[in-house]
């Protein structure tokens, strides 16, 4: 069954700004969003946003969700080094009926 | 305190059976969705099966289907996820998770089943 794509890494400086990518198609992504989650190693996935650019509460500012078309991005702002973490979109798939992840990117702070 | 904790993991031969169940508390489980989501070691998030709220509208991921089964009991504030004929590929972190919104937003600590002879 079809995933979400993401690249698998993306590395920048401390404090700069990352946007990590998520590409789908109209019946997941481009339906109801896409939803992203934050992974630590050896710990469970934590929501960061959902329907695009909704934050739990307690999920800083500096992270920011948003979509277009197909594609969903997670924009990360002021990275700190604790931003150092696996990240997943996830999405349901109207078409198949079933949840699809995306592959994962590991962000790496410089 | 809200939350869903797993239990039932564990070490099986290829061939058998094993169920997970997912304790939840803290919120009214019987108004929310629930899945099961694996993580095999070193790799990314696979979904495996969700369920309903009340347990009426099943789904599952292709290779699992047939083999294994999603349950809930509302009364008790537990999810189940009973697998059989357990396949090597099957060995890997099983996390419960509560569906609110269009995304799972509480997730467990994770049930590790490893499928070894």
């Known amino acids: 069954q079809a995933g979400l794509t993401q690249p698998p890494s993306v590395s920048k400086g401390l404090r700069q700004t990352a946007t990590l990518t998520c590409t789908g198609n109209s019946n997941n992504v481009g339906n109801q969003g896409a939803a992203w989650l934050q992974q630590y190693q050896g710990h469970p996935p934590k929501l960061l946003s959902y329907r695009n650019n909704n934050r739990p509460s307690g999920i800083s500012e500096r992270f920011s969700a948003s979509r277009s078309g197909n594609t969903a991005s997670l924009t990360i702002t002021e990275l700190q080094p604790e931003d150092e973490a696996d990240y997943y979109c996830?999405?349901?798939?109207?078409?198949?009926?079933?949840?699809?992840f995306g592959g994962g990117t590991n962000l790496t702070v410089l | 305190q809200v939350q869903v904790v797993e239990s039932g993991g564990g070490v099986v031969q290829p061939g058998r059976s094993l169920r997970l169940s997912c304790a939840a508390s803290?919120?009214?489980?019987?108004?929310?969705?629930m899945h099961w989501v694996r993580q095999a070691p070193g790799k990314g998030l696979e979904w495996v099966a969700g369920i309903g709220y009340d347990g009426s509208f099943r789904w599952y991921v292709e290779p699992v289907k047939g083999r294994f089964t999603i349950s809930r009991d509302n009364s008790k504030n537990t999810l189940h996820l009973q697998m059989n004929s357990l396949r090597r590929e099957d060995t890997a972190v099983y996390f419960c998770a509560r569906e609110a919104d269009t995304a799972m937003d509480l997730w467990g600590q994770g049930a590790l089943v490893t499928v070894s002879s």
């Open positions: 996830s999405a349901w798939d109207s078409s198949l009926s079933v949840w699809v």
């Open positions: 803290g919120f009214t489980f019987s108004t929310y969705g």
